[in-house]
């Protein structure tokens, strides 16, 4: 777009803070978002590539069937070329609109993140809902797609549906949202996934006299209920039984 149509445009769309307040530079900002980008890329899967709208698969699958694929231009468009609605040009500039795709393409984001981000963009809290509103109708932000991503990626760091469920309540998910998607993991995986926990977290306090509460205490803490817990103790037993004997004596 050409210098002076920007201009025009962001004289009316003055949603950033002034550029002495922002920065001298455009060019540096864009490098730095990239960086910034690249270096949050794979914390929780692959997230929304807005060139083509693909979705990091989340748990259960991903969204290879969805026709979003991100928007272009004034217009969000489908993998058909139809319209899907108004993108994002009314609402911000050209180059904080392309900021916003960096952002949304490092991985899937909570819509509290988005908040986030864009208050540190200086963008004014006012037109917030509207952003949001025009990402979801896009389909580039997706509360049941971001559970569904950190789900999986907490599960293989060990964690139990208590201490995730906290976590999407912070990142102000819908609880019925957080709930539904935590119901969607079979028990038998938080089972498994609370023995191997226990059992890495036993074989370093193996010899000690408080070893059995030392191992429930910290699967409480990793947020793990009583149902997978007492699974995973009963697991030890069978995998460790001359520390259960010397238990069951004390």
């Not at 210098?3 to 060019?27: F, V, Y």
């Not at 907490?154 to 102000?172: F, H, W």
Request: glycine share 10%; aromatic share 8%.
């Amino acid at each position: 777009m050409k210098e002076d149509s920007r201009k025009k445009r962001a004289s009316h769309l003055r949603l950033i803070k002034p550029e002495s307040e922002n920065t001298s530079d455009d060019g540096l900002i864009e490098e730095e978002e990239d960086r910034n980008c690249e270096s949050q890329q794979g914390d929780f899967g692959p997230g929304i590539d807005v060139s083509t709208g693909d979705s990091g698969a989340g748990f259960g699958g991903g969204t290879e069937d969805s026709d979003e694929v991100g928007w272009s231009g004034d217009t969000a468009k489908k993998r058909d070329g139809s319209a899907t609605g108004q993108g994002l040009s009314d609402l911000l500039t050209d180059r904080d609109e392309r900021a916003l795709a960096r952002y949304l393409g490092t991985r899937e984001r909570a819509p509290t993140e988005v908040r986030q981000y864009l208050t540190r963009k200086g963008i004014l809290k006012t037109w917030h809902d509207s952003i949001l509103d025009r990402l979801m109708e896009m389909d580039l932000i997706n509360e049941q797609r971001f559970c569904f991503n950190r789900i999986e990626h907490r599960l293989k760091s060990g964690q139990g549906p208590r201490r995730i469920e906290q976590e999407l309540g912070s990142l102000g998910i819908d609880r019925y949202v957080a709930r539904d998607s935590l119901a969607s993991v079979e028990r038998h995986e938080w089972e498994e996934n609370c023995l191997e926990v226990a059992s890495e977290k036993l074989e370093s306090i193996m010899d000690r006299e408080d070893s059995y509460w030392k191992v429930m205490q910290f699967l409480n803490y990793r947020g793990f209920e009583s149902v997978h817990i007492e699974w995973a103790i009963n697991a030890l037993k069978d995998r460790y039984p001359l520390w259960a004997k010397r238990f069951s004596r004390g």
